[in-house]
């Protein structure tokens, strides 16, 4: 089985920072693929941004400029850095990853349980 846990929401000012992480534990052979997303109350969730193994990114239009997605291979962790905070920005955000449990194996998309960030004065 594969976990992902989320860590470092919070409440934070508007134009303030945080540092949001994923580890993933468990049988994994490999990661491929992996991403935030983020559903604020009421709304779908959305793809806040993504990272492949090989490093390339792909962000919302929303968050470009001011959020970095980054990535440690080696420790299976994955990290958002998000910058000059907006309301707007206020949401759950999970983890997700897209992994083999062993070598051949199919892959398969686990996500975390999400952690809460709050922007708010």
């Known amino acids: 089985q594969v976990q992902l846990v989320e860590s470092g929401g919070g409440l934070v000012q508007p134009g303030g920072s945080l540092r949001l992480s994923c580890a993933a534990s468990?049988?994994?052979?490999?990661?491929?693929?992996m991403a935030w997303h983020r559903q604020a109350p009421g709304e779908q969730r959305e793809l806040v941004a993504s990272?492949?193994?090989?490093?390339?990114?792909n962000y919302a239009d929303s968050v470009k400029g001011r959020f970095t997605i980054s990535r440690d291979n080696a420790k299976n962790t994955l990290y958002l850095q998000m910058n000059s905070l907006k309301p707007e920005d206020t949401a759950v955000y999970y983890c997700?990853?897209?992994?083999?449990?062993?070598?051949?194996?199919?892959?398969?998309?686990?996500w975390g349980r999400g952690t809460q960030v709050t922007i708010s004065s």
């Open positions: 997700n990853a897209f992994v083999r449990v062993y070598s051949g194996s199919p892959v398969y998309s686990y």
């Open positions: 468990g049988s994994i052979s490999s990661i491929g693929s």
């Open positions: 990272v492949t193994s090989s490093g390339s990114t």
